[in-house]
């Protein structure tokens, strides 16, 4: 992905920034096509980026390690009431 | 308080029998004795004390224990309370403290003075806890914990969530539930925690710290489900706030219900009313987001849209106007302007040459005519030269014409008659080459003729002539 967009926050208000600048007119055709062509790119790193995290539930235990939830808890993370025992 | 005094001490003489004759009878006491007898007689006398009263001249001395006066409105009594018992109590001593004194009676020896050692505080007409957290809230409030812009924005899409709570609890149950529903593909990192009972203010602290280093976390909550004062106790302990304050990622706390605050909550970046509340606020559901890029790309297509359009707009008016309609017909007048300039410079410059020649040539008539002898020489000499000068002057500019008349001419080429001798027509000259023959009537057998061709010229001899026309 295009390293100048750093994460699905700055790229969504980068993105309306955008879009306000463009609604208000008044621009070169060159940077109107710039704009343009940034703010689709923008919109689908945010796209990717909702879709990309996967679910994972882990647990931090006492000495600082990093368990998945199912081992630590005996839950699997397809259990949706996260079960306690 | 009676008995105490009426009773004889058993090893105690009556120190007013004066008429005890006997001097070896008498027993003196020693200063250190006597105290000590009072304060054996205070302390199994009295037995424990509830005692109701305002505290002042509170001091807490740096050995951790505290000194102060109980007071009503006409008497005192001096008071202690030491570390060990004055750790335990969870609000503050302070002057003008209306309070119930639980503790025994007891003296100073060094200073000769009974007092009474308090073993609890309570507020008097309140909780404790409701005493404790009231002074809390005003000394983290007057420190700016709680100013709104010491509050942090809760990201809006967190790469990772971190929870702080009991694993056993509701809480924990409630907020997966509702972040799996609204955002099915969260990364979700717990740091189970006791929540309630003596040290779990520092151990939820400690947690905190713990899941604030795992890299990527960028927003914790914090929280429990209901329940008493008592059980919610460890959200409005000092450390747990000072700690929630410090935290270098952005804290949602969400004890208990709706109705219970705590210290946490105002020192916390944001507020949840309950645990599945918090996670409502955490994660604004997947879908919404889709739907808020699609509409910013949408806007952003239209903008672009009508942005082109009204380029075109603008185009169109422009193109419209007299001044770049038929712009190629323009264009073709302008060619012909130029032949025409052409041709009259030409006849210009010809015309200019033959005027200075004919002015050159009258000059020279009235100059020897005459006769002038003087200076003739020199005036030949000058005439010479004026002479030379005509020529280049009028060479130069005819240079110059003819160049730029070549120029013109290679741009008009097309147009030009002899052009189409390349094509492979001929002209028909009169043998002088004064005139070109249009009609076969004009020629007669015998008669020479000259033809001029693409490439040279040929002479010829017309052998008969036939008219198109007759």
């Given at each position: 992905m295009d390293p100048t967009i750093k994460d699905f926050e700055s790229a969504s208000a980068e993105l309306e920034a955008i879009v306000k600048k463009m609604e208000e007119g008044d621009l070169t055709l060159e940077k109107a096509l710039e704009l343009y062509e940034r703010g689709v790119q923008l919109s689908r790193f945010c796209h990717a980026k909702l879709e990309e995290a996967e679910r994972r539930l882990e647990i931090l235990n006492e000495r600082g390690e990093l368990r998945p939830a199912h081992a630590a808890m005996g839950l699997t993370p397809s259990d949706e009431s996260g079960k306690a025992r | 308080m009676p008995g105490l005094f009426d009773e004889p001490f058993e090893d105690v003489p009556r120190p007013r029998d004066e008429t005890a004759p006997v001097r070896a009878r008498r027993r003196v006491l020693t200063v250190s004795d006597v105290t000590a007898e009072i304060r054996t007689a205070l302390e199994s006398g009295f037995g424990e004390l509830w005692i109701e009263g305002e505290i002042s001249n509170c001091r807490v001395w740096n050995t951790g224990h505290v000194y102060f006066t109980l007071k009503d409105p006409t008497a005192q009594l001096k008071a202690v309370m030491f570390r060990t018992a004055y750790r335990y109590l969870k609000f503050k001593i302070e002057d003008?403290?209306?309070?119930?004194?639980?503790?025994?009676?007891?003296?100073?020896?060094?200073?000769?003075?009974?007092?009474?050692?308090?073993?609890?505080?309570?507020?008097?007409?309140?909780?404790?806890?409701?005493?404790?957290?009231?002074?809390?809230?005003?000394?983290?409030?007057?420190?700016?914990?709680?100013?709104?812009?010491?509050?942090?924005?809760?990201?809006?899409?967190?790469?990772?969530?971190?929870?702080?709570?009991?694993?056993?609890?509701?809480?924990?149950?409630?907020?997966?539930?509702?972040?799996?529903?609204?955002?099915?593909?969260?990364?979700?990192?717990?740091?189970?925690?006791?929540?309630?009972?003596?040290?779990?203010?520092?151990?939820?602290?400690?947690?905190?710290?713990?899941?604030?280093?795992?890299?990527g976390v960028d927003v914790i909550i914090v929280g429990r489900g209901g329940g008493s004062i008592e059980d919610l106790w460890a959200f409005n302990e000092e450390s747990l706030a000072r700690t929630i304050a410090a935290c270098p990622v952005p804290v949602i706390s969400a004890v208990g219900h709706e109705v219970d605050v705590t210290i946490a909550d105002f020192v916390a970046d944001l507020r949840a009313p309950t645990?599945?509340?918090?996670?409502?606020?955490?994660?604004?559901?997947?879908?919404?987001?889709?739907?808020?890029?699609?509409?910013?790309?949408?806007?952003?297509?239209?903008?672009?849209?009508?942005?082109?359009?009204?380029?075109?707009?603008?185009?169109?008016?422009?193109?419209?106007?007299r001044g770049l309609a038929g712009w190629h017909v323009r264009v073709a007048m302008q060619g012909r302007h130029v032949s025409e300039l052409t041709h009259g410079l030409r006849r210009a410059t010809t015309a200019l040459i033959a005027r200075r020649a004919r002015e050159h040539q009258a000059r020279a008539a009235r100059l020897e005519a005459r006769d002038v002898r003087r200076g003739l020489a020199a005036i030949r000499a000058r005439l010479a030269a004026a002479e030379t000068r005509l020529h280049v002057v009028a060479g130069r500019a005819h240079e110059r014409a003819a160049a730029r008349f070549t120029a013109l001419a290679g741009r008009l080429d097309?147009?030009?008659?002899?052009?189409?001798?390349?094509?492979?027509?001929?002209?028909?000259?009169?043998?002088?080459?004064?005139?070109?023959?249009?009609?076969?009537?004009?020629?007669?057998?015998?008669?020479?003729?000259r033809v001029t061709l693409h490439e040279g010229e040929i002479d010829c001899e017309v052998r008969s002539a036939h008219g198109s026309d007759h």
């Open positions: - | 003008g403290l209306h309070v119930v004194a639980r503790g025994r009676l007891s003296v100073y020896e060094p200073k000769g003075e009974y007092q009474l050692v308090c073993e609890h505080l309570e507020p008097h007409g309140r909780g404790a806890l409701q005493l404790a957290f009231e002074q809390l809230k005003r000394k983290l409030h007057a420190e700016g914990l709680f100013a709104a812009d010491r509050k942090r924005p809760i990201p809006a899409l967190p790469r990772k969530i971190g929870i702080v709570t009991s694993l056993d609890g509701a809480a924990l149950r409630d907020i997966l539930k509702i972040l799996s529903r609204r955002h099915p593909n969260a990364h979700i990192v717990v740091r189970p925690v006791r929540v309630q009972g003596e040290g779990a203010a520092e151990d939820i602290a400690k947690a905190l710290k713990a899941i604030a280093s795992v890299p645990p599945s509340a918090a996670a409502e606020m955490v994660v604004t559901a997947k879908e919404e987001f889709h739907a808020r890029i699609d509409r910013l790309h949408g806007r952003l297509q239209a903008a672009m849209r009508s942005d082109v359009q009204r380029r075109r707009n603008v185009l169109h008016v422009l193109t419209s106007r097309t147009l030009s008659p002899l052009a189409v001798l390349a094509r492979g027509y001929a002209v028909c000259w009169t043998e002088d080459r004064t005139a070109i023959i249009r009609q076969a009537s004009a020629v007669a057998p015998g008669d020479l003729v």
